[in-house]
């Protein structure tokens, strides 16, 4: 795991609890080597992580559309930042960069990012990592709508088991690195199962 890429809020959320996660997070990483690619924002939990792994001395690149580039939200301190001209083309990006995908507590945008993440994996696209750090059960209920998508026909098992996950980022790293992609794609199995 030499890059992974973090996708989290723009927003703080409520308890300090979130920000403290971020924080822990960007000092593994840095302690580790993991370099970090993101969003590129200053704002929220992303700014959290950045600034943190920044203070550390660890690598950050930020991949952000021209689009929020020009808001006040554009990281200017950052190893690198990227400049895409579409959000399609930002996520193209990002996944070239890395080695994983994990999401730490966010909204519509931190979901969108790491369920496509695991879109491609279930379609045989990229077999790379993808968890999610469940501190204080922030994901719990998505984690429950999951086992509900696979016991009502929605969701195979096995690709429901593609998403790791972990209270500590530790641990999570670790069954990220032991990850093993499902041998056969969402794509093959309809096809076998005609
Ligand atoms: P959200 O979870 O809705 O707050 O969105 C955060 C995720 O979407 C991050 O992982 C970013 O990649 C992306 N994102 C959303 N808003 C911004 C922003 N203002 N600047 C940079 N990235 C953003």
């Not at 971020?22 to 302690?31: D, P």
């Not at 979901?111 to 695991?118: G, Y």
């Not at 026909?153 to 093993?180: A, C, H, P, T, W």
Request: glycine residues 10%; proline residues 2%.
């Amino acid at each position: 795991m030499q890059r992974i890429a973090v996708f989290c809020g723009s927003s703080i959320g409520f308890k300090p609890d979130y920000a403290l996660d971020a924080k822990k997070v960007g000092e593994y990483f840095a302690k580790n080597n993991i370099g970090l690619v993101y969003g590129g924002g200053k704002i929220g939990m992303m700014g959290v992580l950045a600034d943190t792994i920044m203070e550390n001395n660890g690598e950050v690149i930020g991949v952000i559309p021209n689009l929020l580039r020009h808001e006040e939200v554009a990281h200017t301190k950052i190893t690198k930042m990227i400049v895409t001209k579409k959000m399609s083309k930002r996520k193209v990006k990002i996944s070239k960069m890395v080695d994983g995908y994990i999401a730490l507590a966010g909204g519509f945008g931190t979901l969108d990012e790491i369920f496509e993440a695991l879109t491609l994996g279930q379609l045989g696209i990229e077999n790379k990592p993808v968890g999610i750090l469940n501190t204080n059960g922030f994901f719990t209920l998505t984690l429950n709508q999951l086992d509900y998508m696979v016991k009502e026909g929605f969701l195979k098992q096995s690709n429901r088991d593609m998403l790791l996950v972990s209270d500590k980022i530790e641990d999570l790293i670790l069954k990220m690195e032991n990850y093993q992609a499902p041998k056969m794609s969402k794509v093959v199995n309809t096809v076998a199962s005609r």
